[in-house]
């Protein structure tokens, strides 16, 4: 009999070998925290109202029940107590159930979340701030019929359809934070709206946009149909609809959060500066987000990314001393008539075959739990095999795996031996937990040895950004990769897959890198990153690439960067070599536009000073210029950085829009459309309709078919689902 | 940085901090897996009955008497869960099958523990003494914790265990007499 309760002991304790698999653990938990918080904050919503009286009911029980020992006088007193109780209970409920105003229909308000009964936890405090201008909004909406705007409308789209914010709540997956989130941009939304809508200027034709609001004609006007749709995302929420939303895989990919960049006054801030970037990333990912028919989240939409994302026909450089030649342009801007915008773009030096130096690249491939969908390892496999097919026979590619622990897969091999890579690709399959940190340091460890002086030595890493053992720590993690920096490794990252994408480490990996990140959702995607792009992607042309551009107060009164929010340097760091941007490929493009509003424009978002006169500082003569851009740049081994300058001005401009050179125009459709996914503040009544007649205009000779593409996502867009 | 004790997690939980939930489940996982796939050795049917009864425990967490230790009463939901998820399988019995095969054909890490003639014997066991058995040869609880997990005496635990390793010794016996038998027979064919 003992013998047999060892034998189950032992039996047991082998299947201790068995351990969780840390993506699915990280799901989980993550699942059931969400989970909770929305049970809890579903449940404190109900018992408000009742949790007074609820305490109360439990002493007078106690009164009522008057255990022995207790003389006439205590009890006499109980009895006193509990009458005086009773008083305060059906007085104080009826003064508390006047208080709340009757009809009002929005259960929860602000008021009954406000009682001192319950301090509001933080979350419910961000509630609060939000709520007002939606409840107000409402209120008013009641006083005067005939105003419209854009909170009521939204409001009263979804009194008119009661169904719809159920039916979209499962979609949204309810996430409390996100929705949150949404509800108080739905409030600077609806601000910002009405600001566009009260200028009188502002908009090209503010007016009718308005009137075909009120008819509630079908193609919203952009600022509308951003507000209506994130306010009836979060609606639900501000109702406290019982809505039990269940749990959904997508939406749960995490993005850094930014703030769309401002609007800057020239006298107080007339320089802009910014680091280079040649990402593409966003891009991809919002693409695979409206192609199954959802709306990407705000943070997902990076302006410059997407922008990078095309090429556009700039000039070439000639020659690699001096790798890069400025196009620039301006041009009326296409949503706001009273605006202008000022076009940048440069394009890289393509190298020649010949001159292509020998590469030292490491593959670091995570296969890992996660990995395992056809999405993800599968579809990186594939994607490496045609990288390894385009690189010549003197290059040497490394693979290190990591999973639950990393190892090297294949010692540095020349691609001459292509069967053994090939074979070594093969091999590779997924299962485990997600030990990235220790696959970055072995992948650098071999990349190290393998060293090829004045070559390429790289780092590629294929992932979706899920690392939780090891280095997990995003801040050792990067200074780990910053530090490698030095000696001359980079690392590049290629994101995939959907509903565990950590874009936020990929991206501070590729920046902290000197790298590239790019998402691949597609073999197509792949091809174009890896084989069509592959010199862009493999070979750097010139590094810490910085732009600078000072605006001429004379003749500019506002400017706005479109994108580049999280690339935004200080006026001081352009002239510092030490300060670390981005690297830039052969033939890799890099595009910014920036908004201006001309000085003698009657719009602008800023008003003047009403005690401070501004002195046109330097009295600089109108001579025609707009602005000044200075390009700060290193070539390769080299730690000094060399200075290119262009002056902008009217003899770059076009007077209309149909003059500006196609690419361009396409450019700035693209830079609209990412504006608008991301709330389209600053596009007035531009929408998904004008951005398609925009784009379709200006395809041009669109040989891979991208620009196509294009047009077919803000088609998409039109009918997509926020989350 | 130091671990919270569950009762201070509880109390900051109950204080509103959400991630103090967060932490304890992070805290209890791998323990709660461990206990998952002892009771149902198929990798991903534990992952899936972990993530469910997380799920069940998110809900009621509330109702949670905190002066219970946490994995007594997660044990319990574990239990019912995969009670409950045993009961669709039957049911979905070729749908899990197909998912079996696609899982195969993706090169997964084994999923199955070690064939041992004693799993078959353990499975051929009453629910309640296989639960107790778990619980105690597996998870490593004291008896009178696996009797507040399953909501019985410390006694009955004991009895339960008893019984299982009676039934099981004897299983195991008889197995052994057949095959004697069997060779016995066997030989004396073969003359």
Known sequence: ?723 | MKELSDHELFNLIDQGRDEAFDALLSKHYDTLFAFAFKYCRHRHDAEDIVQEALLKISRSFQQFDRKHLFTTWAYRIIINTAKDLFKKQRQEREKHQAYAVESATLGEAPDAPPADKIWGLLDGLPKKLYDAVVLVYGQGLSHAEAAATLGCAETTVSWRLYAARRKLSRQAARIGLVIIVLLLGGSLWMR
């Not at chain 1, 091809?527 to 042309?541: C, G, H, N, W, Y």
């Not at chain 1, 009217?650 to 690419?663: F, S, W």
């Open chain 1, 1 to 723: 009999m003992d013998e047999m309760k060892n034998k189950l002991r032992k039996s047991f304790q082998d299947l201790a070998a068995f351990t969780p698999d840390q993506a699915r653990k990280n799901r989980n938990i993550r699942q059931a925290s969400e989970e909770f918080h929305r049970h809890r904050q579903a449940t404190e919503k109900k018992s408000q109202g009742f949790s007074l009286l609820r305490r109360l009911t439990a002493k007078r029980i106690e009164l009522l029940n008057p255990t022995g020992g207790r003389n006439m006088q205590t009890t006499r007193k109980l009895i006193g107590a509990f009458a005086v109780a009773m008083l305060t209970v059906v007085i104080g409920t009826s003064i508390y159930q006047n208080h709340r105003t009757p009809g009002l229909g929005l259960r929860p308000t602000t008021k009954e979340l406000g009682t001192p009964a319950a301090p509001p936890s933080p979350p419910l405090a961000k509630l609060l701030e939000a709520t007002p201008p939606v409840v107000g909004g409402r209120v008013s909406a009641k006083q005067q019929p005939g105003a419209t705007t854009t909170p009521q409308r939204a409001l009263r789209q979804n009194a008119a359809e009661p169904t719809q914010p159920a039916a979209n709540q499962p979609v949204m997956s309810a996430e409390m934070g996100k929705a949150r989130d949404s509800l108080a941009d739905s409030a600077s939304v609806a601000t910002l709206a009405k600001k566009d809508l009260a200028l009188p200027a502002a908009a090209p034709a503010p007016q009718p946009a308005m009137k075909a609001e009120a008819a509630g004609g079908a193609p919203m006007a952009k600022s509308v149909a951003s507000g209506a749709m994130v306010s009836r995302q979060a609606l639900p929420l501000v109702l406290g609809e019982a809505a039990t939303p269940s749990y959904q895989d997508v939406g749960r990919d995490s993005f850094e959060k930014f703030a769309s960049a401002t609007v800057h006054n020239v006298t107080s801030e007339p320089v802009s500066t910014f680091s280079a970037d040649v990402d593409t990333a966003s891009y991809a990912f919002v693409r695979r987000q409206l192609q199954s028919g959802l709306l990407p989240q705000k943070n997902a939409v990076r302006v410059e990314e997407m922008l990078n994302y095309f090429d556009y026909d700039y000039p070439t450089p000639t020659s690699a001393r001096q790798p890069f030649k400025p196009t620039v342009a301006v041009y009326p801007t296409p949503w706001n008539g009273n605006t202008k915008l000022l076009h940048i773009g440069i394009k890289g030096y393509a190298l020649p075959v010949a001159a292509k130096p020998t590469a030292n690249l490491v593959f670091l491939i995570d296969v890992s739990g996660s990995m395992d969908s056809p999405d993800k390892l599968p579809l990186a496999k594939n994607a490496l095999r045609m990288l390894v097919e385009t690189l010549s026979d003197h290059d040497t590619v490394g693979l290190v795996v990591y999973a639950g622990a990393a190892g090297v897969v294949l010692e540095p091999t020349p691609v001459k031996e292509k069967g053994k890579i090939l074979a070594a690709l093969d091999n590779l399959s997924a299962g485990g937990s997600t030990a990235g940190g220790e696959g970055v340091r072995l992948a650098y460890g071999l990349a190290e040895r393998n060293f090829k002086k004045g070559g390429v030595n790289r780092v590629m890493l294929f992932s979706d950004g899920d690392f939780n053992v090891g280095i997990t720590d995003r801040e050792e993690l990067k200074s780990f990769i910053e530090k490698k920096r030095e000696t001359g490794i980079c690392f590049s990252v290629f994101g995939f897959g959907q509903g565990n994408y950590n874009d936020a480490l990929m991206q501070a990996l590729a920046q902290n890198g000197n790298g590239t990140a790019a998402y691949i959702d597609t073999l197509n995607e792949a091809r174009k990153v890896l084989v069509d792009e592959a010199a862009s992607t493999l070979f750097t042309i010139a590094s810490d690439l910085k732009f600078q551009v000072e605006f001429n107060p004379a003749q500019v009164k506002e400017y706005r960067l479109l994108g580049y929010e999280t690339r935004a340097l200080n006026r001081a760091d352009f002239n510092n070599d030490k300060i670390d941007a981005g690297d830039i490929g052969s033939g890799h493009r890099v595009t910014a536009i920036y908004e201006i509003t001309p000085a003698a424009s009657p719009a602008g978002l800023i008003d003047d000073l009403r005690y401070t006169k501004e002195e046109k500082k330097g009295a600089a003569p109108a001579t025609g210029e707009y602005a000044f851009l200075k390009i700060r740049y290193k070539l390769p081994g080299e730690s000094r950085s060399r200075l290119l300058t262009q002056p902008i001005g009217t003899a770059q401009e076009y007077r209309n829009l149909a003059g500006v050179p196609t690419d361009l125009r396409f450019g700035t459709a693209v830079a609209a459309f990412g504006q608008v996914l991301r709330g389209g503040e600053y596009t007035g009544s531009f929408g998904y309709p004008q951005i398609i007649e925009l784009a379709n205009g200006a395809k041009g000779n669109d040989p891979f078919g991208y620009r196509a593409e294009f047009v077919n996502l803000v088609r998409l867009a039109i009918t997509a689902r926020g989350m």
